[in-house]
């Protein structure tokens, strides 16, 4: 049963903003940190951010580069992603996850798919003039 669903994804102009949202069914998992994860043809899929369950810390994969910035509503069950200054390399398909562990986050796992056990379907965004 997919508990994590995102949104917000399309078309975009390189340069212009998006923001997606991602909603779980399970008020439990807003107990943990969630991140998101991009994965574009032929590509492995790669880290984008994490924020810990209470907004303390935030971590970004290198290629943001301060163009991304992740936050959550746990009183809304959501988590977003606002992308800024976005390039056509930035044409993935996009997904919220959930950490598998509760607490602090150790950055040194964040980037590892496998700390993850729960994952969105994904939604796409194209950056393309």
């Known amino acids: 049963q997919v508990r994590l669903e995102e949104s917000g994804g399309g078309l975009a102009q390189p340069g212009g903003s998006l923001k997606l949202s991602c909603v779980t069914s399970?008020?439990?998992?807003?107990?943990?940190?969630l991140g998101w994860f991009r994965q574009a043809p032929g590509k492995e899929r790669e880290f984008v951010a994490i924020?810990?369950?209470?907004?303390?810390?935030?971590y970004y994969g290198d290629f943001v580069k301060g163009r991304f910035a992740v936050s959550r509503d746990n009183a809304k069950n959501s988590l977003f992603l606002q992308m800024n200054n976005l390039e056509p390399e930035d044409t993935a398909l996009y997904y919220c996850?959930?950490?598998?562990?509760?607490?602090?986050?150790?950055?040194?796992?964040?980037?590892?798919?496998?700390?993850?056990?729960?994952w969105g379907r994904g939604t796409q965004i194209t950056v393309s003039a």
């Open positions: 924020i810990s369950t209470s907004s303390t810390n935030t």
């Open positions: 399970r008020r439990l998992d807003m107990t943990y940190p």
């Open positions: 996850a959930k950490f598998k562990t509760p607490g602090v986050i150790n950055p040194s796992f964040v980037a590892d798919p496998e700390q993850y056990d729960s």
